[in-house]
């Protein structure tokens, strides 16, 4: 039977803005690109062009994904239906479906001529299913501390690149907000960053872009993503972005009441820009931030906090 909508209804309809943005099946090839052009010159360009290299694998794993079991499609379904993330982390970072991506990109990756990569991949090689489990589980639950700092971006490469797959591969994905507003709707992991978009219905929103899978969900300007307070926020750039302060591609949105912060990218001053490699190219803006006493709490899980 049809449903009839209601005048009001209608208008509510047709004025709310797209709850989804959904990366590009070469969102990878994308970032390795990006990473690349951003490491001419930069103090951090070795470590820039290691996560290149991881992204350009990732892209093949996506583009021939390996032989794995795919979350159950009736616990997707009942997920969607009760309106929680259909691809929670914390419950199938325990199961074995994510482990073939980690075991494919082990074999597809070829590390640079450097003791610490070769010694970080080495140690992956050799941890057996249980070993790489829980460093997993630690990973996805923002414990930093409970694995080495080296492993960090070739585990954060294998579960980013599962997650995004799975994400990509189920078609009529009809989410719902989660229980906070930076929590992924897709997976129900943490907001990495946010863009605000440019172009056609999405021009002038906000997207966060969650740390694990790469969906996008819209959250209104203006109002921090973890106390939802709106009043006070600052937005605070980089000195040498070479922009005046409402030009800069990259801003941290940053508020008073808890004291955290959110980098956003604004692809109207950058149209290129891509969340990821952003914020690894703007370490310097994190480290004048925690200088001035506010806190990171969204997670990048190509680099561990204060790891090497």
Aim: net charge negative; aromatic share 6%.
């Amino acid at each position: 039977m049809a449903t009839i909508l209601e005048p009001g209804q209608i208008e509510a309809a047709a004025t709310s803005p797209p709850f989804l943005h959904l990366p590009p099946p070469n969102l990878f090839a994308l970032r390795a690109s990006r990473l690349e052009r951003l490491a001419d010159g930069h103090p951090l360009a070795d470590y820039l062009r290691l996560v290149a290299g991881l992204c350009n694998v990732q892209q093949r794993l996506m583009d021939d994904p390996p032989e794995a079991a795919q979350p159950d499609p009736q616990r997707v379904r009942q997920c969607l239906d009760l309106g929680l993330p259909p691809f929670a982390a914390d419950s199938l970072v325990r199961e074995d479906a994510w482990l073939a991506y980690l075991q494919a990109l082990l074999q597809r990756y070829q590390p640079p001529a450097q003791p610490a990569v070769e010694n970080a991949v080495a140690t992956l090689r050799e941890a057996n299913v249980g070993q790489r489990k829980a460093w997993a589980i630690a990973l996805v639950s923002g414990q930093f501390t409970l694995l080495p700092a080296a492993l960090v971006p070739f585990l954060g490469a294998a579960l980013q690149v599962a997650w995004s797959h799975w994400l990509l591969s189920t078609p009529d994905l009809a989410l719902k907000p989660g229980n906070s507003l930076n929590q992924c709707p897709a997976c129900g992991s943490p907001a990495m960053a946010g863009v605000i978009r440019h172009r056609g219905k999405y021009n002038g929103l906000r997207y966060l872009v969650c740390s694990l899978c790469a969906c996008e969900w819209h959250v209104v300007r203006v109002k921090c993503v973890y106390c939802e307070q709106s009043k006070g926020l600052q937005y605070v750039s980089l000195d040498s972005d070479r922009h005046a302060a409402d030009k800069a591609p990259l801003r941290a949105e940053t508020c008073p009441g808890c004291r955290s912060y959110l980098k956003q990218l604004y692809l109207e001053c950058d149209a290129e820009g891509e969340a990821l490699s952003a914020d690894l190219s703007s370490l310097m803006l994190d480290m004048r931030l925690e200088e001035e006493g506010f806190a990171r709490p969204a997670p990048n899980l190509l680099l561990a906090p204060g790891g090497d």
